[in-house]
């Protein structure tokens, strides 16, 4: 790889399968987008699918649509799609709200599942110190409302020994937002379950990117981003899961109507909807879930195994054309494919002076800080040759390697 050619790469693209892909997005000409892991592009079917929904659906068929255009099952059944992505069953997702109201839904309900819940034991939300902030924000807001739950946050390394009998639950980042380092799902969910706890996963840098497979891991909830590299939308509602065999005794914190076992019934009280129904809230956001729809429909038209493979390959060219022509960034993803996620990350002192410039050239990544810039490696559009030249402008940037 480190010797490799632009006349190769190009090679590569016109050999890629997913080269069509590129097609179905809009993408400003000129510009090379590696920014999908944070606002994923416009997809083509996007905007003629809004119309539709909003001139049609909304302005001819008024309130009738929440029936006759089923409005009214869209969080269901766009979750049943993310399923397919995330290796979970189609009545195990569902799609509502942003990621950080699910991830509070989804902390409380499996804070309250277990057993000694109330009795002053087992009470500690165990998650990584460093991660993504609302994971840590939430779980100090669910802490704050249940008595005697307290967050404790370690790093990595730390993490199945600090596994122990009053851990409730684990709560883990599948992929770190800013190394992309990506945890061994299986092991620390096996782990979590050895000594009781329950293990939920935030898949915000992992789904629609990398291989996810929640049944295999063995995952007991989850959530994840609908704007990122599932090309929802910005603000795209987001995604939970919850096991089958947890779902009837878990409970919603957010307990609204529409999540009642039979909303159109206006009892007073509440009774929790079968299934993940239970954890719906409020009126679905019918635009937000439509164009969610086509990301994800466009996402389910590609070979997920082609997705990863050009993930790996994309890295991999990223990382060998950085160290052959960019001094002084260091890569701090891993390059082990098993050991990240979609997207390469550098650590370097003028970060976002850097970021700032790219972006003027067309490059956009981005900056995390203090010092991290950040390229989102998206197969479904992004071209071998975009990282070749991606790297020719960073060395411009920041001087090429000695
Ligand atoms: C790991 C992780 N969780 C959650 C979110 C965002 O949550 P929300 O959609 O609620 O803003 C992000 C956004 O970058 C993220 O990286």
Redesign the pocket.
């Known amino acids: 790889m480190a010797d490799i050619t632009l006349a190769e790469v190009r090679r590569w693209d016109k050999e890629d399968s997913l080269r069509p892909l590129r097609a179905a997005f809009r993408l400003p000409p000129g510009v090379i987008y590696l920014d999908g892991n944070?606002l994923g592009p416009l997809p083509r079917t996007t905007p003629r699918r809004l119309d539709a929904v909003v001139r049609q659906e909304w302005g001819h068929g008024l309130i009738r649509s929440w029936q006759e255009a089923g409005w009214i099952d869209a969080p269901a059944r766009v979750g049943g799609k993310i399923a397919r992505l995330i290796g979970a069953a189609p009545e195990e997702v569902v799609v509502a709200?942003?990621?950080?109201?699910?991830?509070f839904k989804l902390l409380a309900a499996s804070v309250r599942l277990q057993p000694a819940a109330g009795t002053g034991a087992r009470r500690k939300i165990l998650i990584e110190a460093g991660?993504?902030p609302?994971?840590r924000h939430v779980a100090d807001g669910v802490a704050a409302l249940l008595p005697d739950v307290e967050v404790v946050a370690v790093a990595p390394a730390a993490l199945p020994g600090a596994l122990d009998a009053a851990t409730s639950v684990l709560l883990l980042?599948d992929?770190?937002?800013r190394s992309g380092v990506r945890h061994d799902m299986a092991a620390l969910t096996r782990a979590a379950h050895a000594v009781g706890a329950l293990a939920v996963w935030?898949l915000?840098?992992s789904a629609g990117a990398v291989k996810v497979d929640l049944h295999a891991a063995g995952a007991d909830m989850a959530?994840?981003?609908?704007?990122?590299f599932l090309n929802g939308g910005p603000?795209a509602p987001?995604f939970l899961y919850v096991a089958r065999a947890l779902q009837a005794a878990a409970r919603s914190p957010l307990q609204g109507w529409i999540g009642h076992a039979a909303p159109f019934g206006f009892s007073e009280f509440y009774a929790p909807a079968e299934g993940m129904g239970r954890f719906l809230a409020g009126t679905p956001g019918v635009l937000g879930l439509a164009a969610l729809a086509c990301g994800v429909d466009l996402m389910l038209t590609a070979d997920a195994a082609a997705v990863w493979q050009k993930s790996a390959r994309l890295f991999d060219l990223f990382a060998a054309r950085m160290s052959r022509r960019c001094a002084g960034l260091q890569l701090i993803t891993p390059a082990d494919a098993r050991l990240r996620g979609s997207h390469i990350a550098f650590r370097y002192d003028g970060a976002e002076a850097v970021m700032a410039a790219l972006i003027a050239e067309g490059v956009i990544g981005d900056f995390r800080p203090p010092d991290v810039l950040r390229f989102g490696l998206t197969p479904l559009y992004t071209r071998y040759e975009d990282v070749w030249r991606a790297v020719e402008v960073i060395a411009e940037i920041v001087g090429p390697a000695k």
Do not use: Q
Not at 97 to 103: A, K, Q, R, Y
Not at 223 to 228: D, E, H, L, R
């Open positions: 944070s709200d942003s990621t950080s109201i699910n991830l991660s993504f609302t994971d980042c992929v770190h937002y935030d915000s840098h959530v994840g981003c609908g704007y990122k603000g987001a």
